[in-house]
T-cell receptor
Framework: GAVVSQHPSWVICKSGTSVKIECRSLDFQATTMFWYRQFPKQSLMLMATSNEGSKATYEQGVEKDKFLINHASLTLSTLTVTSAHPEDSSFYIC??????????FGPGTRLTVT | AQSVTQLGSHVSVSEGALVLLRCNYSSSVPPYLFWYVQYPNQGLQLLLKYTTGATLVKGINGFEAEFKKSETSFHLTKPSAHMSDAAEYFCAVIDSGNTPLVFGKGTRLSVIA
């Protein structure tokens, strides 16, 4: 089956530093990748959609300068949380889509900002 | 715009009992429907999906769902609950093209021994 990996699975950083999260589709080429944020006991909140070689499309209310997304290739997308603050602590999940009805999710990254 | 409503944020069943998780959608075009499961501190795993064809869809782990257009529903069922089924379940819809999945708020399933 299709596999999406994320790295790191958890990270702790100090307030003001930047953190990069990688998302890879391991056995398929993803036409589109998505980044979600999930708060405890809540559903997934879509942050942005990215296509390889194009600028990401951010959802309303998501700061594009804080959450930098780079979709470098058909198998790799990165999310960089810049100048992280405690309120950015969350569970971040990426997802990769090969065709519109086949979307697979990574295992998530737990970010804690101290 | 499409939307998904999952009735019941928390469902509790006894081990061996029927599992029924409800999902209703709104969409202006024929939808594509999905059920995902999430275990604690993990990503989402696809249980099953409906795209076209047979309206009764079978998925992994003994789950199935039936697309009922007249009721705009896509309820998830399993005849006999196992302890390992305890998790968060999300219903999602996409209407077409490259638009993002729209998720329901999720239903937490507890299985009581």
């Amino acid at each position: 089956g299709a596999v999406v990996s994320q790295h790191p699975s958890w990270v702790i950083c100090k307030s003001g530093t930047s953190v990069k999260i990688e998302c890879r589709s391991l056995d398929f080429q993803a036409t589109t990748m998505f980044w979600y944020r999930q708060f405890p006991k809540q559903s997934l909140m879509l942050m942005a959609t990215s296509n390889e070689g194009s600028k990401a499309t951010y959802e309303q209310g998501v700061e594009k300068d804080k959450f930098l997304i780079n979709h470098a290739s058909l198998t790799l997308s990165t999310l960089t949380v810049t100048s992280a603050h405690p309120e950015d602590s969350s569970f971040y999940i990426c997802s990769a889509r090969q065709v519109f009805y086949e979307q697979y999710f990574g295992p998530g990254t737990r970010l804690t900002v101290t | 715009a499409q939307s998904v409503t999952q009735l019941g944020s928390h469902v509790s069943v006894s081990e061996g009992a029927l599992v029924l998780l409800r999902c209703n959608y709104s969409s202006s075009v024929p939808p594509y429907l999905f059920w995902y499961v999430q275990y604690p501190n993990q990503g989402l795993q696809l249980l099953l999906k409906y795209t076209t064809g047979a309206t009764l869809v079978k998925g992994i782990n003994g789950f199935e769902a039936e697309f009922k257009k007249s009721e705009t529903s896509f309820h998830l069922t399993k005849p006999s609950a196992h302890m390992s089924d305890a998790a968060e379940y999300f219903c999602a819809v996409i209407d077409s093209g490259n638009t993002p999945l729209v998720f329901g708020k999720g239903t937490r399933l507890s299985v009581i021994a």
